[in-house]
């Protein structure tokens, strides 16, 4: 039986990139809940002009960091389906990647929680792309992992909230984070699964509008290094690299 799944989709200033993140996923899910919190560019018009009657949107206005998990919450009390799925407004899913996920949730046993999958990273265009390289230990999983990982798929049970303020926002059962309750069988790990995630790339149409956003600037951590280097903070880059699939 096909396990029905909403998206939770928070935005601001995200004219760059809102489109192809929703329209990457929109024919695979059920339900798109999309907040805007006090966009001043086109992000909003853009939302507005994708007719589906998945999509459900809400204009919130601005919110501070310690607000951010509070509208999580909101998304997750609001989600009637079994499971939801987070997507930020400058991600975007190859079709083959998104279907390969959900047909694993779809024969997971009952007691999976989460998801686990890769991310990517591009680096000052859509031809070069980087993923974490440094090993990372997850004990509660007896793994030791190369590259990134992240929640992203989460089983709504009882009990589950969002805590902490934006950026170290986190999904919790009780007192213990998502990825720390239960037992390793509890997680799917989706090692052939990744996303693409524009962070580094101008998400809106200037400089300026990006800067209005809470934390944009320090997550643009390689929008202007130059010319892309083999390896950066230790970690390598894809040199040069040409992406299967043109985003635009």
Known sequence: MKKEITVHCIAKNEEKWIWYSLMSVLDKVDRVLVYDTGSTDKTIEIIKSIKSEKIIFKDIGNISQ??????????????????????????????????KVLTRINQAPENI????????????????????????????????????????????????????????????????????VGKSEDYLWCDDVYYFHTRNLLRSSSEQKDKEVMQRVEKRHLSKIGLIPKVYRGIEIVYPQVLDRKII
């Open 66 to 99: 310690e607000d951010f998990p509070k509208l999580r919450q909101q998304q997750i009390d609001e989600t009637e389906t079994p499971w939801f799925f987070i997507l930020d407004a400058d991600e975007i899913w190859e079709n083959n990647m998104l279907e």
């Open 113 to 180: 929680l989460a998801v686990f999958v890769h991310y990517f990273e591009f680096v000052n265009d859509l031809e070069h792309y980087y993923m974490g390289l440094e090993q990372k230990q997850f004990p509660l999983h007896n793994r030791k992992e190369y590259g990134w990982y992240t929640i992203r798929f989460i089983k709504k049970v009882p009990g589950l909230v969002c805590s902490k303020h934006y950026g170290l926002e986190g999904y919790f059962l009780g007192k213990q984070e998502l990825q720390r």
